[in-house]
């Protein structure tokens, strides 16, 4: 595992020490580790909506109608 010194401002390490303080967590590390693992899934979720947002700006416009559009997203869920 690799090792890092980072430093905090004083509110953030507050913050960080209650979370340890309150059995949250046993450590800064174990948090840190946690809040970069939150942070990596919701970057991965809002790059999937990009794509799906490039994606249907590429294919243009539509006649189909409403019901046909929840249809069809219903379907490829």
Do not use: C
């Amino acid at each position: 595992m690799a090792r890092q010194s980072i430093s905090f401002t004083n509110p953030n390490d507050e913050w960080l020490k209650a979370q340890v303080d309150s059995q949250e967590y046993s450590s800064k590390s174990e948090l840190i580790n946690d809040l970069i693992r939150q942070a990596r899934k919701a970057q991965a979720q809002i790059d999937w909506i990009k794509a799906k947002l490039e994606q249907a700006e590429k294919s243009g416009f539509t006649k189909d109608s409403k019901e046909e559009i929840r249809h069809l997203a219903k379907k490829t869920n």
